[in-house]
């Protein structure tokens, strides 16, 4: 079967950057990771500390990054640390890898706690493909859309799915607005041959 081809929205780069855990300064850290009290109850919420630390962690990403981040050790130990010693006080951590149920069971509190929507194709993909179509008839470079899928995302408390899917969802907004673009140029020179038609019918 051949490769789809998908569109080219930002650069390799631009993407690793894009869906990385932001880079906390140390006054980011203190207020990305600071926890209010809603929060502070849904952390006592889990039986070990890692994963108090880990929620605290992911939750911070997340209001930086509304998306749902899956990090290696090496890009969080310095927050972790930071998390470690000044939020949630103990022992440091050793290297170690979330399971999937755990992952599962953070990003579900997070949702609970920020009011944000986890990215359904069958509940959000239609919505936003309508606002992408319009956001096309004014420009239709695929870097507009980007933004302004990011930017629908972040007004309807959705989180933002994977680059991959952006890339099909911008690709097919693109595509319906060449179409119809197509179409409607398509109809204008018919429109033109006509009227020539009818001005040399009726001359003769």
């Known amino acids: 079967m051949p490769t789809e081809k998908r569109i080219k929205i930002i650069t390799e780069s631009e993407v690793q950057e894009f869906y ?3 880079p906390f300064t ?18 006592k919420k889990a039986r070990q500390r890692r994963s108090r630390c880990m929620l605290t962690l992911l939750l ?28 949630i ?3 440091a951590f050793t290297p170690f890898t979330l399971t ?17 929507q986890n990215w359904s194709a069958n509940t959000h993909l ?7 179509n319009d956001q096309a008839r ?24 994977a680059y991959s899917t952006l890339q099909k969802i911008i690709g097919q907004g693109a595509l319906q607005q060449q179409v119809l673009f197509n179409i ?16 040399k019918f009726y001359t003769f």
Not at 60 to 87: C, E, N, T, W
Not at 151 to 156: A, D
């Open 138 to 161: 004014v420009w239709l470079a695929p870097r507009h859309l980007f933004d302004s899928a990011i930017e629908y995302l972040s007004k309807h408390k959705i989180a933002i799915p």
């Open 100 to 116: 999937q149920k755990e992952k599962d069971r953070l990003y579900s509190r997070i949702f609970e706690l920020t009011g944000y």
């Open 60 to 87: 911070g990403y997340f209001k930086a990054k509304p998306m749902i981040l899956i990090p290696r050790y090496h890009q969080v130990k310095a927050d972790l640390k930071y998390i470690s010693q000044d939020i």
């Open 20 to 22: 990385s855990p932001p």
């Open 89 to 91: 006080p103990g022992s």
């Open 26 to 43: 140390a006054n980011g850290q203190r207020f990305f990771f600071a926890l209010g009290d809603r929060e502070q109850e849904a952390s």
């Open 126 to 132: 239609l919505p936003l493909l309508n606002y992408l």
């Open 184 to 199: 409607c140029f398509f109809k204008l020179q018919i429109s033109k041959a006509v009227s020539r038609f009818k001005v």
